[in-house]
């Protein structure tokens, strides 16, 4: 390697270490340092590519004037054979005419000149092999050995092999204005390497600034989420791993905006459910106790009733928030499809007979066996079926039924009753949803507001899923995906 490129490259390695340590201690804006790693690598790309440059360029320099001299040396040996017709006594010919370039060119010297470099050395060698030069090690008319025939020139003369040339060694130097010459390469191949650097600097600013804008965004639209602005829309900019970040936070704060809405409403909601238990109890305990109102088992069982529905409405609750926490504990062992639908069918039988409703189980052969929580897959289907008679008019039908669907076993409840509202359908499942401003109960369980939302969080407690689908005025069907 040579001392410029030496030095280039002690260089790069200072720039780099202490860059790296910069970076390391005081750096923190990320423009800044995608700015200098830009910048960084240019350079880096910048020195190596010099650094190769010049060995690249000196080492085809020196071929080419090894060449040169090669060819200057078959020209030599070949005035003297078509003089003498071979090459008997040429080595003593060479010494005693040297051409212009002192010492004679390609010819072995003893004793070469103190502080000079070796010029090269060529072994001429007639047809038989036979030296016809002397060389280190190797005297006039010895046979050169075989083992080192490799990458010999043959010496032509008029369209006829007469010798070979061996290159043994020695370099080449170069003129004045060869020098020069490299000299205006390595110059400008530096300069180059300053540009590229100072590009690299421009152009790194600009991609720098480019790509954490939209992390600049998104720290603003962090904070302001801190502040309690919860709904964050951040301009998507671009289509790669920043863009896809984008949309991600996008969609995670309309997600926290819409729980702490759902959060907002259900809390009101339960206050609303609660208020109203209460202030029955109250008024009734507190007008039986003064005198007002005398103690009746009327009185007494709507307190009651009332005292029920707040038990319920805690239980829901409390089923709810254990879901949520993945602490609901489900007592899992082999069912059968079949034996869940009968069951429930069982179980509301005489209350379908009450409405006039017709209850119907169908089965599909073969079905495999289920894992789960008997009593909650059962509290699921009773909520369904407790739903569908409530909006069912008589002479309707609800059907029970079991079948294979996609490596799970379906479960499903239709019913030919009244219907779900499209826009209200998307919000069954949620908590305490009101279909209208009268706070009904919008095909959610009657008496807590919190039937379908338990029902959900079960049918995912059994790595379940549930889909609802309606058709006003024509029924409504929900479809219990369970895995087998």
Not at 14 to 19: A, D, G, M
Not at 174 to 185: K, N
Request: aromatic fraction near 6%; charged fraction near 20%.
């Amino acid at each position: 390697m040579s001392r410029d490129a030496y030095y280039d490259l002690s260089f790069l390695l200072l720039v780099t270490r202490y860059s790296s340590l910069a970076i390391k201690l005081r750096m923190r804006s990320l423009t800044l340092k995608l700015m200098l790693a830009f910048m960084l690598v240019g350079l880096i790309g910048a020195v190596v590519a010099a650094a190769f440059s010049q060995v690249a360029t000196r080492t085809e320099f020196n071929r080419a004037r090894l060449l040169d001299a090669q060819d200057r040396f078959a020209n030599r040996v070949l005035e003297y054979y078509e003089v003498f017709g071979s090459f008997e006594g040429v080595n003593d010919w060479l010494l005693a005419n040297p051409p212009d370039d002192r010492p004679p060119l390609g010819v072995f010297q003893p004793q070469p000149a103190p502080g000079s470099r070796p010029p090269p050395l060529f072994l001429l060698l007639d047809l038989d092999y036979r030296a016809m030069t002397r060389a280190p090690e190797v005297r006039t008319g010895q046979i050169y050995p075989e083992r080192e025939r490799l990458n010999i020139r043959p010496v032509m003369f008029e369209g006829k092999k007469v010798g070979y040339i061996k290159y043994l060694g020695g370099e080449a130097g170069l003129t004045d204005r060869e020098a020069q010459l490299l000299s205006r390469i390595y110059q400008g191949l530096a300069l180059a390497g300053v540009v590229a650097t100072l590009v690299a600097l421009v152009v790194g600013a600009v991609l720098a600034r480019n790509l954490t804008r939209p992390a600049r965004a998104l720290t603003h639209a962090i904070h302001a989420m801190r502040d309690g602005q919860l709904q964050q829309d951040v301009k998507v900019q671009s289509r790669d791993e920043l863009g896809e970040l984008t949309r991600a936070f996008n969609q995670m704060s309309a997600q926290i905006a819409h729980e702490q809405h759902l959060r907002k409403q259900m809390t009101a909601d339960i206050a609303h459910e609660l208020r109203t238990p209460l202030t029955v109890i109250s008024g009734y305990l507190e007008a039986m106790s003064n005198g007002t109102l005398p103690v009746t088992p009327t009185r007494l069982q709507t307190v009651f009733t009332q005292a029920t529905h707040l038990q319920h409405l805690v239980e829901d609750l409390r089923t709810l928030s254990l879901a949520d926490a993945g602490e609901l504990r489900l007592n899992r062992q082999a069912i059968t499809p079949e034996a869940l639908l009968r069951h429930t069918a069982q179980f509301y039988e005489a209350q379908a007979a009450q409405g006039q409703v017709r209850l119907t189980v169908t089965v599909a052969p073969d079905l495999p066996t289920l894992y789960g929580d008997r009593d909650r897959l059962l509290q699921v289907l009773g909520n369904l079926v407790s739903n569908a008679l409530r909006h069912t008019p008589p002479a309707g039908t609800i059907a029970l039924s079991a079948a294979l669907a996609n490596k799970h076993v379906q479960l499903t409840v239709q019913d030919s009753g009244e219907g779900i509202p499209p826009d209200v359908l998307p919000h069954i499942f949620d908590r305490f949803y009101r279909g209208d401003s009268a706070r009904n109960t919008a095909y959610n369980t009657a008496s807590t507001g919190l039937g379908l939302a338990i029902v959900k969080s079960l049918v995912q407690a059994h790595n379940g899923d549930i889909i609802a689908t309606s058709v006003l005025g024509q029924g409504t069907t929900f479809c219990i995906h369970l895995p087998i």
